[in-house]
């Protein structure tokens, strides 16, 4: 992995493994990325806690490493995972922590062509 790329961490992108779902994004070190290989949790840096985290280490709504993808450029891993505990991903409780894009009038459009 290409760690130098943005000072020591790669993106790493979360996706529900049987539903396809983005789920969150964060960021690994390369001893979060070793963590997350041996304990099979999957494990982040905190930029602003200048940390390690295990992803529900507090809330219980871990993610359970099922496949490790790395990118063509090897600068950004796909964390394909099942969630366990109640199975929201995000600090906001949410299932994801991803929203429609406010304005951006994609959501709308693409719901209009497949109901077509």
């Not at 070793?34 to 494990?43: F, L």
């Not at 390690?52 to 796909?78: H, P, Y």
Request: charged share 25%; net charge neutral; proline share 1%.
């Amino acid at each position: 992995m290409d760690f130098a790329k943005l000072n020591g961490l790669i993106p790493a992108v979360v996706q529900d493994d049987a539903s396809g779902e983005v789920l969150m994004v964060g960021f690994m070190n390369q001893e979060a990325l070793d963590r997350t290989v041996a304990t099979g949790y999957a494990t982040f840096f905190s930029r602003t806690r200048q940390a390690l985290w295990m992803k529900g280490e507090t809330s219980g709504n871990r993610l359970r490493v099922e496949r490790l993808l790395v990118d063509c450029d090897d600068d950004t891993v796909l964390v394909r995972a099942t969630r366990e505990g109640d199975g929201n991903v995000c600090h906001t409780g949410a299932r994801t922590c991803f929203r429609e894009f406010a304005g951006s009038g994609f959501g709308r459009k693409a719901s209009r062509t497949a109901g077509q």
